[in-house]
């Protein structure tokens, strides 16, 4: 394991919640930093990183099962404050000896709940709350020591504590947004529970990283990268404050950007940030290469090859470099079982660098969530725009032509794009959204202009409302918006006559068109 970015860690022990990442973020919400690690880390391992607090997570088993994950009995014993949480608090009730039945009746979904003393993990709250219970088993008699501290119609033992040992159980889930109050009793635990002040800050994260990204480099030099996209801009301008000019970031334009994208990246990193940039206009390679291609999945190869092939020419002209920065998210590297050569190999768009160029990776955001990565990008001083910026494909526009991609129908989707981004940004809907952007369709119409017939384009608009993009909403945005969408892009682009709006959710649809 890596040091501590923070002087106040907490401990995340892991049992296979589908929560768990939730418990992480609300942590750091906290302005906590914590580690989510597998559940049977050595005690040695998780003692010697002197967490200040350690949190048992819920997870699908039942500690009476064969092969239930058990955490070494000695954790009970390091000294430091432990919440349990759902399957978590089962396990510290069954460990220290405690009663856990069986669940003969599930409880799942909101649930009131009793507060019987508001000393410790519920100070500050009401006596009555609604909370999110989803769970088999239960505690039935707390471990000796431990007072019941809150409990629902079925469930006697919803919250217990021994506040002299410094241990806490909830059979509730105050991670998720149905328990709206859940942030207050993770903030008790840590501020009260285990005296954390809430010290991880974007500022304190930067000092950190900066300090780490120095000492990991030296006076080597490194080569970064950058996409216009918020993770790159961020390890960028990171790594930048930290070593100036032993960095050079490898812009790659493939001609696939939305209106004025590729410039606006070579300002912002170029003029604004003075970092040495290879800005390289590849255009003309790309759109040769895409020159008759109709197959959506061509296209996607012929972009990634053609991407790392220009990438490679350039970075091995940066002969002494040593070290290639990524903009690797917390994300991704607990779902590559935190290990660090599963997670370059299966989240980095450069395979293949030449063999003679060994570069090594530095990845100084693999601790952040991505709103982290946010806070962190605007305190550097990046601007809004690349900071907020929606997910963007890494093919670009070429996705959202169905059809051959030209330079000319590039230039009408970019234009028409332009105007959907612009109106929906006019009425305050650009972070609502997960994405809004324009597809240029492989149909004609006929319509009537001035006394003219024409026979022109069809722009599709596309809005999405999504968490995580595995299922996404059509947006209703309002008839005032499409309606202005709509009659600027007829107005304004030339060669269009018709605007659309997609109304698919996915699934069945996908957010892109191809
Ligand atoms: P779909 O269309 O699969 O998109 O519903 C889900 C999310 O992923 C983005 N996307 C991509 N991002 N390279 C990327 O970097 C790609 O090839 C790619 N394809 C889709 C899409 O924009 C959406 O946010």
């Not at 200040?52 to 430091?80: H, M, N």
């Not at 607990?334 to 090594?360: C, Q």
């Not at 526009?397 to 330079?407: D, F, N, P």
Request: negative net charge; charged residues 25%.
């Amino acid at each position: 394991m890596n040091p501590s970015p923070s002087e106040e860690l907490v401990i995340i022990l892991d049992f296979g919640a589908q929560y768990t990442q939730l418990i992480a973020r609300r942590v750091r919400e906290c302005r906590v930093y914590c580690e989510i690690v597998p559940y049977d880390t050595p005690v040695s391992e998780i003692a010697g990183r002197a967490p200040k607090g350690l949190i048992l997570s819920g997870g699908p088993a039942s500690v009476y099962e064969d092969g239930a994950p058990r955490c070494d009995d000695a954790i009970y014993d390091i000294g430091v404050p432990i919440l349990g949480i759902c399957y978590g608090t089962q396990l510290m009730a069954y460990q220290l000896g405690g009663k856990v039945t069986p669940g003969v009746q599930r409880e799942f979904g909101r649930t009131e709940l009793d507060v019987l003393d508001s000393n410790g993990l519920f100070a500050g709250l009401d006596k009555h709350l609604t909370c999110w219970m989803s769970h088999g088993d239960l505690v039935e008699t707390p471990p000796a020591g431990f007072n019941i501290v809150a409990r629902t119609a079925s469930t006697p033992v919803a919250a217990m504590e021994n506040r002299e040992r410094g241990m806490y159980g909830v059979q509730f889930h105050p991670e998720v947004v149905h328990t709206p109050w859940g942030t207050e009793v993770l903030r008790n635990f840590l501020y009260n529970a285990c005296g954390l002040h809430g010290s991880w800050t974007p500022a304190s994260f930067i000092e950190t990283a900066v300090k780490e990204i120095r000492a990991q480099v030296s006076s080597d030099k490194v080569v970064c990268g950058v996409s216009g996209g918020i993770d790159s801009a961020c390890v960028a301008a990171l790594l930048h404050k930290a070593i100036g000019d032993q960095l050079t970031c490898i812009f790659v334009d493939h001609g696939l950007m939305r209106l004025d994208e590729g410039e606006k990246v070579r300002q912002t990193f170029e003029d604004h940030f003075k970092i040495k940039l290879v800005y390289v206009d590849a255009e003309e390679r790309f759109l040769n290469r895409l020159s008759g291609v109709l197959d959506p999945e061509r296209k996607r190869k012929i972009i990634g090859e053609e991407f790392v092939r220009v990438f490679e020419e350039h970075a091995s002209q940066i002969t002494d470099a040593k070290w290639l920065g990524q903009g690797t998210l917390y994300p991704d590297v607990i779902e590559s079982g935190t290990k660090n050569a599963a997670v370059i190999k299966s989240h980095h768009n450069v395979g293949g660098l030449p063999e003679d160029m060994v570069l090594k990776i530095i990845e100084p955001l693999r601790y952040l969530f991505k709103d982290e990565a946010r806070e962190v990008a605007a305190e550097l001083g990046l601007p809004e725009d690349m900071v907020w910026r929606q997910p963007f494909p890494g093919p670009g526009l070429a996705i959202r032509i169905v059809g051959e991609v030209t330079k000319d129908r590039l230039d009408t989707l970019r234009h028409a794009d332009d105007i959907v981004v612009d109106e929906i940004k006019r009425a305050g809907l650009y972070r609502e959204l997960w994405m809004g952007f324009a597809v240029l369709a492989p149909i004609r119409s006929v319509g009537v202009m001035g006394d003219q017939r024409t026979y022109d384009d069809t722009i599709v608009v596309r809005a999405v409302t999504s968490q995580d993009a595995m299922t996404a909403d059509w947006a209703k945005l309002p008839y005032e918006v499409l309606e202005k969408i709509s009659s600027r892009i007829i107005n304004e682009v030339p060669g269009v006559n018709r605007t659309v709006y997609d109304i698919s959710s996915k699934p069945p649809a996908t957010i892109e068109w191809e």
